[in-house]
């Protein structure tokens, strides 16, 4: 699996290739146009992008990636990162978003994650951006209703096909409920709660935790995710395993 490393400086893509070197296939680049080069002839799986930089740090360049080749999944690292710009990066397309000072084995682990499919954002910044994709559903419900109802659509296709229990699981983990709170809450096993997550899963089309609350929280007609908090692992990013 081949990883993009895009940074100005010589020292940050030194750092990510020591942290990387030997589990990926690693490329880097330093201009745009060189960045735009690589990923029309290798097509990379991930790339982990320096935010800070004047090359790459800006939204429209996120959504501009993603568009030529949405099959690479982006990681933004800054020095300096803050909740509203998370929300945007992610709005944008990107698949990650954290701090520059993460360790060399979460780097890897981020990386892995991305490819798997699911996101990696920083612990704080997952709440804020649920809360921004209920605000957006919102106002998007708000303006449906004021039009056709019959615009609106599913964010979350198969939702209303759940068993009743499998719904009072999602509605749980929507609002950040651990597997242990959502058994106890229900009286069932740790167990169970996972074995019905695994289905869930696979008939939402959805590979996580994070993603499962977040289309969630975009779906009409449901609303469990107000104040939403999102159950973390030590390492501080956003549980999105079952």
Not at 67 to 89: C, E, F, G, K
Not at 142 to 149: E, G, W
Request: net charge positive.
């Amino acid at each position: 699996m081949m990883v993009l490393l895009a940074s100005q400086s010589p020292s940050y893509c030194e750092r990510w290739r020591k942290a990387l070197k030997g589990d990926f296939v690693l490329h880097e680049v330093g201009t745009k146009r060189n960045l735009v080069a690589t990923l029309r002839e290798f097509k990379p799986a991930v790339m982990v992008l320096d935010y800070d930089s004047k090359q790459f740090g800006k939204l429209n360049f996120i959504t501009e990636i993603t568009q030529h080749s949405p099959d690479t999944r982006i990681i933004a690292l800054t020095n300096h990162p803050a909740v509203s710009v998370a929300v945007s990066v992610i709005a944008a397309g990107a698949k990650g978003y954290y701090s520059k000072g993460l360790s060399a084995s979460l780097l890897k682990k981020a990386v892995q994650v991305v490819a798997d499919g699911e996101l990696w954002i920083g612990r704080k910044h997952v709440s804020a951006l649920i809360e921004e994709l209920i605000e957006l559903n919102n106002r998007d419900q708000r303006t449906v209703k004021s039009s056709s109802p019959q615009k609106s659509e599913e964010a979350c296709p198969g939702i209303n096909e759940l068993s009743q229990r499998q719904s009072e699981i999602v509605t749980l983990v929507a609002t950040g409920k651990p597997n242990k709170l959502i058994s106890d809450a229900l009286n069932i096993s740790e167990r169970t709660v996972k074995a019905h997550l695994t289905e869930i899963f696979k008939r939402l089309g959805v590979t996580g935790r994070t993603e499962l609350a977040i289309n969630v929280c975009r779906s009409p007609g449901l609303a469990p995710c107000i104040g939403v908090r999102i159950s973390r692992g030590a390492s501080g990013r956003s549980e999105v395993k079952g």
